[in-house]
């Protein structure tokens, strides 16, 4: 079998979030939800329907990113990603250019 289809298979099948791209926070947020400068936020859980793991729902590996400029001449061959993830986003207060 070809050995890059294998490993493919195991990413797509994958849900440890090995070499994904996580969102705003890359760890666990208990309840799902937090205070920041004195205000409350309650954010979708998506582990176990109780904590927020990774961000949230739907991993930024999952969404489509723009490309923004492509190197191929240079010495380190290069592709600029960005995303755009709006206000409101799952949950998540103020837009974010990454």
């Given at each position: 079998?070809?050995?890059?289809?294998?490993?493919?298979?195991?990413?797509?099948n994958d849900e440890t979030y090995f070499?994904?791209?996580?969102?705003?926070?890359?760890?666990?947020?208990?309840?799902?939800?937090?205070?920041?400068?004195?205000?409350?936020?309650?954010?979708?859980?998506?582990?176990?329907?109780?904590?927020?793991?990774?961000?949230?729902?739907?991993?930024?590996?999952?969404?489509?990113w723009e490309v923004k400029k492509i190197?191929?001449d240079a010495d380190v061959p290069t592709?600029?990603?960005?995303?755009?993830?709006?206000?409101?986003?799952?949950?998540?207060?103020?837009?974010?250019?990454?």
């Amino acid at each position: 079998m070809d050995s890059n289809i294998e490993i493919s298979n195991t990413l797509q099948n994958d849900e440890t979030y090995f070499g994904n791209v996580v969102r705003r926070v890359a760890n666990r947020i208990r309840d799902g939800r937090f205070s920041l400068n004195g205000k409350e936020y309650q954010l979708k859980p998506n582990e176990n329907g109780k904590h927020l793991l990774h961000g949230g729902p739907g991993a930024l590996a999952d969404v489509i990113w723009e490309v923004k400029k492509i190197k191929k001449d240079a010495d380190v061959p290069t592709i600029l990603f960005t995303y755009d993830s709006p206000d409101g986003e799952i949950g998540k207060k103020n837009a974010l250019r990454l």
